[in-house]
């Protein structure tokens, strides 16, 4: 859970890395960015988590404003404007500092691409080991 309990550090910036250094967090922004998935969907997205630490995560984030707290239509998880947002500028980081990665060690950085919104889930799953060098 994020927690800010020392005013000094009552930052934009710190909050927001707060959010982004946890393990699982920034993940689930990016895949409920892309389109809304149920918890089934989400453990295969992120094989590695188990349930406890996704229902976790998700509670954490619809505490920050960032996901919607209440399911869509479909029983699915969506984002608020704001978590949008975040997940936005975080990718765009994300795909920054590989870049700069990629030129400390003189490699023609890939270039990232996300899949259709309608791909399949063993597509996405698949795909989720691509984002493995951006999020780890």
Same mark, same amino acid.
């Given at each position: 859970?994020?927690?800010? #309990?020392?005013?000094?550090?009552?930052?934009?910036?710190? @909050?927001?890395?707060? *959010? &982004?250094?946890?393990?699982?967090?920034?993940?689930? &922004? @990016?895949? &409920?960015?892309?389109?809304? @998935?149920?918890?089934? !969907?989400?453990?295969?997205?992120?094989?590695?988590?188990?349930? #406890?630490?996704? /229902?976790?995560?998700? #509670?954490?984030?619809?505490? &920050?404003?960032?996901?919607?707290?209440?399911?869509? +239509?479909?029983?699915?998880?969506?984002? #608020?404007?704001?978590?949008?947002?975040?997940? +936005?500028?975080?990718?765009?980081?994300?795909?920054?500092?590989?870049?700069?990665?990629?030129? /400390? !060690?003189d490699?023609?950085? +890939?270039e990232? *691409?996300?899949?259709?919104?309608?791909?399949?889930?063993? /597509?996405? *799953?698949?795909?989720?080991?691509?984002?493995?060098?951006?999020?780890?």
């Amino acid at each position: 859970m994020l927690i800010m #309990t020392n005013a000094t550090n009552k930052t934009g910036i710190n @909050f927001a890395l707060q *959010v &982004l250094s946890n393990e699982w967090q920034p993940r689930l &922004l @990016f895949w &409920l960015g892309f389109r809304p @998935f149920d918890e089934t !969907e989400l453990q295969q997205l992120l094989p590695n988590a188990t349930d #406890t630490t996704i /229902e976790h995560n998700l #509670t954490c984030l619809q505490k &920050l404003g960032i996901m919607n707290p209440i399911k869509d +239509d479909d029983h699915k998880w969506t984002l #608020t404007d704001a978590g949008a947002s975040l997940r +936005d500028l975080m990718f765009s980081l994300c795909i920054w500092g590989r870049h700069q990665i990629d030129d /400390e !060690e003189d490699r023609i950085p +890939d270039e990232i *691409v996300e899949p259709e919104k309608q791909a399949s889930m063993k /597509e996405l *799953v698949a795909y989720g080991k691509t984002l493995d060098k951006y999020f780890h």
